[in-house]
C-alpha cells in the first residue's frame, strides 16, 4: 500500500510500503478513508524528535474495518469506526480506570506510560497516513460511527483534537456560566474554545496573534484577543472587567512572544494571572522531559520556571497530559450527529495522499489559512 | 490585656493591648483558652515578610465567647468555639462557594483574596496570642464545640493544622487504597499522613530527615523515609515496589537538602517522579510570589523551575493553596469526639503566654522535640 | 402597601397592609418591580394546603433595596437584586454546604428544613407579590444584578424556576452528549429542557399533552412527545432508538393520564422506563408527604408505589426535592447578560398587581396561553 | 468435575458434570481455591426463581489460573486470580464507563444488562461452586493477586460481598466525618459497616435483630441497634442526638418487622426517616421488578410504596444496583494486604465442596452463627 514515510528532518515521502496485517486475536485492520495532520506531526517534521526513519506517520484516522482476528466480536468487517490516536489495551489499571492515554501495556518505551500510531516514543506502531491501519486491542479501541459518508469531516476529528479540546475543558474543570481564557488559537485551542461553549461557558476569549485564526475564534463564538495588539491579559481583564474562571493552555513549550521569541513559561505565566483565585488550568498544549533544542538549561530538562508563587497564594488548581479519547468520543459523536457540534468549521483543506507531503510543508510553515489538513487516502 | 506581640526580627514581646470590642453587629469576642504557634509564624518571626511592628500574632485559636454583636444569633456567649484562620464574609462568590480561604472582602491589601487573624498581608487583623480576641462575621467563622474541657488538645489543631492536613489530601484527592508519599513531617505533613489514612489510604510514606519527626510519623502509622539516608523516591520506590498513587508537598518554597542547601524545586521535583502516571499532587507547603531573600532571581519573583515536562508527560492533576477550614473542620471535630482522629499525638509543648515568648526561639531553632507549642492564656 | 393575600380556596384580594420594616440586623427591603406567580402558589389558591388566611403570597422576586439594617455591608441601598424564593441564615450547617433550600434555622415550622416567601409550611414570612418585601440575611440571601432595567423578563426567572430547572439536571447529573427525557411541559420542564441543552446534551424530549407547551419546547430546541397521542415512553424509545441517558421529573403528585385521572405514581414508572441502566434521575415535581385529597390511602401519606424493583435491577439513582437557589443563580444570570440562555421565552403575561387576581384564576385553569405571568407592582 | 448444581427448590446435589473449557480466544479457565454460598445463593435455593435446574451455583469465585485462550495476554497461567461475579466485556458502553454490572453484551436475557455466574437470569453461565470455572474476557475481569496462600480468607471476599458493601456506601456518598445508619447485619450489612469506617465514617449504626450478627457488628468497630427491642430510628435518634447523614440499606425486598411479617417498603421508610435532609441512601439489597411470591399486588410486580413524600421533602439522594467489582476490588485487596481491611472477621465456616450440600440448610435458616460460609473445592 502507500504511505507517507518519515525520511528526515523536513522530509517525508510517498512510499510503498507492505500492507499492516492481523497479527494478534484483538486486531483489526481499517482501511482509511480520512487521516489528518496534526499539529504535533510538525514536531517529528521538523526533526525534533527521535522518531525513526521509516516510521508511517498518522495518528488522526477513521475508516471502514476490512478484517477482524479472531478475538474481535464487537466490531465487525465493514462497521464505519473512528480511531482513537491511544493505542490502549483495555485491561491495565489505567485504562480500567478511563485513562487510555496512559495505558501501562502498550507501549514499551521505558518509562513511558500510554502508545499512539506513528509517533515519536509512543511504541512500535505504524501511523495511518495510508491506505490501511492495523489497530491493536479493536473491540475496545474503535468506535462505531453511523454507515455512510455523513459527517466525514467532523468525525474525522474524533480521533484527537475534539476530545483533545474537550479534554482541556474537562481538566479546567469548565462549567456553566463560566468564563474561560484559552491560549493558542490552533486547531485544538479552537475547539476548546468550542467544547468550553458546549460545557456551557458564558465568555470564551482566545488568545493568538494570527488573524486567521481569530477570525475562526469568533465563528466558534469566542472573542478574539491578538497579543501583537498588547499584552493579552490586560486586554482580558478590561474587556471581561476582571479575572475569569479557568483557563486552558493550547500552545506547549514552543510559546512565543509577539516579537517572536521562545518563552516557555510565557503563556503558563499569563493563565496564572489572567485566571481568578480558586479557579483551574487545563494543560494539552504539549510539555516535554527533555527539549534539547530549548533556549535555557533548565528548559533543555523540561523545567518550566513560571510564576509558581502567584499560583499557590491564588489556590489555583492544574490539570495536564494528553487526552483519554475513549473517554469523550462517544458523546461528542452524539454531539455531532445531533448538529450541536460542528468541529469541521475549522478545516481548511481535504486532499489525496500525495498531495499530503506538501501539504505538511505548507502547515509547517503555518501560512495563512493552512488551518487544519485532513487526507483521503483512498480518493 | 496580655498579648504576644511582634516587635522585630527574632523579637516578640508580652505587651499590654487595649481588650477587643465588638466594632461590628456581626463581631463577637472570644476569650481564647487555646492558641497555637504555628510554622509560618516563623517566617514573620525572622523577619522575612512585611508584617508591621506591634502586631499581635497568633491565627490557631480558641476558646469561649463572651460577647457578641447584635447581628450574632446563632452563637451564643458561652459557647465554646474553634476559631479558623481565614477571616471569611460568609457572603461573596468564593465564601459562598466554600473557598473561605480567598474570602473576597475581609482583606483589603490590593491582589490578595483571603484574610487571617495576626499575619502578614493577610489583613488589618491582630492574632489570637493573647487574652481575647475579635471574630468578625462570627455566625459564620465560629466553628460549636461540645461544652467543657475534654479534647482541648486536639480541639486546638481544628483551626488550622488539621484542615489543612486535610485539605492537601482533597487536593491530592487521596481516597480509599491509595497508596501516599508526603514531603514534609512538620505538624501539617504529620497530619497530611493521618488524614491520609482516615480517607483510607493504605500506605502512607513520610518523607524528612529529623529522627523525632519520623518517629512521630510511624506513630500515625506511616512509613518513615529519611532523606538523609538517599534519595526518598528512590527508596519509597523500592519500598513500595513502584509509585505512589497520591502526592502532598507539605515542605514550601524553603526546601533543603541533605546537606542544608535551600532548593525550592526540590520537593516538586521529587513528587513528580515519586507520583504514578495520572495521579494527583496536593501541595499545602507554602510558596510566595514574591520572596526577596530567595537564592536565584527567578525564585526571587516566586517562580520555580520544577520538571514540568515530565508532569505533562505523566499527566499529574495539581491543587495548591490555603485550606478552606470551614469545608473540613465540623466533620474533623465530630471524629476527634468519636474517638477516630488523635491529631493531638503531636503536640509538645502546653505553655501559658509568658512561655511562648521562648517556645518561638526554640520552635524557630526546630530543637529536637520542639514539634508543635500550645499556649494557654487564661492558665 | 397593596398586596395580593390569600383570602381561602380559591380566592386572593388585593389588600392594603403594613409596610415591611427592618426587623433584624442583617434585613433589606426591596421594592419589587417584578414578582411572578408560580405554579405552586396554585396549590395554597386551590386550598389543598394550610396555608394561612391573611398571607401575602408570591416567592419569585426581584427588585431594588430601598433599606439595609446596620449588619448588611456588601449589599447597598439602591442595588438591583433577586431574591431566591428560599430564605437561608447563611450559617447553619446545611448553609455553610451550600443547601439553602433546608436552612436548619428559618423555619420554625417542626420536623421541615428550609424557608420561603408568602409559602405554607415555610415559615412565617410573607410573600412578595406585593410593593415591598424584606429579606432576612440580607447580604447572604439577594443577588446582585446589574443597575437599569435591561434583562428585566429574564430576571425575574432566576429568583426559582430557572434555578429549580437547573437543578433538575444537577440532580440527575446532565452533561455533554446526553440525551434527557423531561416531563412536564410547565415553566419548570422547559426551562429543564433549556438547561440541559446549557450542559451539553444533545437531544431533549419534553413530554407533555398541552399543544401551546409543546410548541414552547420546540422553541427551545426539545423534540416535543405528547403523551395524548400515545405511551410517551414507546415514542421516545422509537424515535431516539432506545432508552435516554437521564429523565427529569417536572410534573410531581398530581400526576393524570391522558384520560384525565390521577397517578401519583405515573412519572416517576416512565421514567424508571425511559432511562437506560445506569442512568440518573432528578425529581424536581413536588411530592408530599402528606396529601388529604389523595385517591389512595398510600398516597395520602405519601407513599408513591412506582416500580421500584425494576429502579434497582437498572441501577438508577435518583435525587430529589427543592433547588438551593444560590448555588446557580449566579452563573445562570451571567449566561443570561451573555445571550447565552433565554429563560424569559416562556413569560407568556406581564401585568400588574391588580391584574394578578385574574390571573390566578386563568392560570389555575391552565387556559391556552397562560404558560407563566409575571407582575409588576411598581408599574 | 464435581460441581453443586441446583435440581429444584431446596435441593441442590454434588454431581459430576464436564470440565469448563476455553470457548472463545479471551476466554480463561480457573481452578477454584475458595467459592462461597452468598445470602442471594439462596433465593434460587429457595426455588423463588426461574433458575434451571441441572446450573452449577456460585458467583464468588477465587482460584489459580491453568488455561489461557490465545487472546489472553495480560493474565497467565499459574495467576492467583479473584474471579469479580460480575461477567463483562469490557469493550461496551457500560463497561468503558466502569459499569461492569450493567454490562451490555454478556446477558443474552431480554431486557437485562449485566451477566453473573450460575445466577437467575443473568446469563447462561455456570457458577465456580466446582472444581473449576470459565470466565470470559479474562484480561479484563480478573484481578491478580499476590501468588500463594496468604490471605486466602480475606481475598475470597473480593469477588462480590466487599465491593458490593464499598458500593453501597459509594451510593451513599459516604465520606470522613459522617455519621452512617446501615440497615442489615447480613454480610454485605457488615461489610457496609467496615467499608464506612474505611471511608472515614465517624459512627456507623448496624440495625438487627439476631444477636451473633449484631455482635460481629461491634468488633468492626459499628454500634449495635437491636430492632427487636424497638423501633430502631428511635433508637438511633436518641443515641446519635439526631439524624444520622448517610444510609445504607442491607436487606432487600423480604424485610421484616420483629413480628416476622414481610414488610417490602419497611427499611426504606425507616432509612428516610433516619437520613438527615440533603442526605443520600444506597440500596444494594435487593429489590425486583417481579416477585410472583410477595404479599400485595403492587409487590408482585416490584412495587414499593414507601413514604416518598418525605424522601423529596428532605431532599434526599439514593443510589441503587448491583456492585461493578472491578471498580473497587483492586483497592480493597491492597487494603488486605495493608492490614488495614479485615473483612474476613465475618467468615463462619470453611468447608470442602461435599459439605457445601449441608451448609446451604444450615445457611437459608439462618442458623445461628452460619454468616459465612467459603467452600474450598481443592480441599
Redesign the interface.
Same mark, same amino acid.
Given at each position: 500500500m502507500q504511505a507517507i514515510v518519515y525520511c528526515g528532518p523536513f522530509t517525508v515521502a510517498l512510499e510503498d510500503v507492505p500492507d499492516p496485517r492481523i497479527e494478534?486475536?484483538?486486531d483489526a485492520i481499517v482501511q482509511i478513508t480520512t487521516t489528518n495532520i496534526c499539529g504535533s506531526d510538525l514536531h517529528m517534521y521538523e526533526g525534533r524528535t527521535s522518531v525513526e526513519q521509516g516510521k508511517v506517520l498518522g495518528h488522526e484516522n477513521m475508516g471502514l474495518v476490512t478484517e477482524v482476528?479472531? @478475538?474481535v466480536?464487537?466490531i465487525k468487517v465493514g462497521d464505519r469506526v473512528s480511531v482513537p490516536f491511544n493505542i490502549a489495551? $483495555?485491561?491495565?489499571?489505567?485504562c480500567?480506570? $478511563?485513562?487510555t *492515554?496512559?495505558c501501562l501495556?502498550t507501549n514499551p518505551t521505558e518509562g513511558? !506510560?500510554?502508545a499512539a500510531y506513528g509517533y515519536a516514543n509512543m511504541g512500535p506502531y505504524d501511523g495511518g497516513q495510508a491506505e490501511y491501519l492495523r489497530v491493536p486491542f479493536a !473491540?475496545?479501541n474503535l468506535l462505531e460511527l453511523p454507515a455512510g459518508q455523513e459527517w466525514e469531516r467532523e468525525f474525522a476529528l474524533l480521533s484527537d483534537i475534539f476530545p483533545t479540546a474537550?479534554h482541556g475543558c474537562e481538566?479546567a474543570d469548565v462549567?456553566? @456560566?463560566? *468564563?474561560v481564557a484559552v491560549f493558542g488559537a490552533g486547531p485544538v485551542g479552537l475547539l476548546a474554545a468550542h467544547c468550553a461553549?458546549?460545557?456551557?461557558a !458564558? %465568555?470564551v476569549f482566545v488568545v493568538d496573534q494570527e488573524a486567521d485564526r481569530l477570525a475562526l475564534a469568533e465563528r466558534f463564538g469566542a472573542e478574539p484577543i491578538d497579543f501583537s495588539a498588547g499584552d493579552p491579559v490586560e486586554q482580558i481583564l478590561e474587556i471581561h472587567g476582571g479575572p475569569v474562571d479557568r483557563g486552558v493552555e493550547a500552545v506547549g513549550?514552543q510559546a512565543h512572544d509577539a516579537t517572536g521569541h521562545e518563552h516557555p513559561?510565557l503563556v503558563?505565566d499569563n493563565l496564572v494571572r489572567v485566571v481568578r483565585?480558586?479557579g483551574a488550568i487545563g494543560?494539552i498544549g504539549?510539555?516535554?522531559? =527533555?527539549?534539547p533544542g530549548a533556549a535555557t538549561e533548565?528548559a533543555k =530538562?523540561?523545567?518550566?520556571?513560571? !510564576?509558581?508563587?502567584?499560583?499557590? *497564594?491564588? $489556590?489555583? &488548581?492544574? $490539570?495536564? @497530559?494528553?487526552a483519554p479519547v475513549?473517554r469523550y468520543n &462517544?458523546?461528542?459523536r452524539?454531539?455531532i450527529?445531533?448538529g %450541536?457540534a460542528t468541529p469541521g468549521l475549522l478545516v481548511s483543506h481535504e486532499l489525496d495522499l500525495a498531495e499530503g507531503l506538501t501539504a505538511y510543508a505548507h502547515f509547517d510553515r503555518r501560512e495563512d489559512g493552512w488551518t487544519k489538513v485532513l487526507l483521503h487516502p483512498a480518493a
Open positions: 494478534a486475536p484483538n482476528g479472531p @478475538g466480536q464487537r489495551c $483495555g485491561t491495565c489499571r489505567n480500567e480506570a $478511563g485513562w *492515554s496512559f501495556r513511558m !506510560d500510554g !473491540d475496545f474537550f481538566l462549567g456553566p @456560566g463560566h *468564563s461553549f458546549l460545557r456551557g !458564558d %465568555r513549550y513559561e503558563l483565585s480558586t494543560v504539549v510539555y516535554m522531559p =527533555e527539549d533548565g =530538562e523540561g523545567r518550566i520556571g513560571f !510564576d509558581y508563587g502567584t499560583l499557590f *497564594s491564588k $489556590g489555583l &488548581r492544574m $490539570g495536564t @497530559g494528553q475513549k &462517544r458523546q461528542l452524539d454531539l450527529v445531533a %450541536r
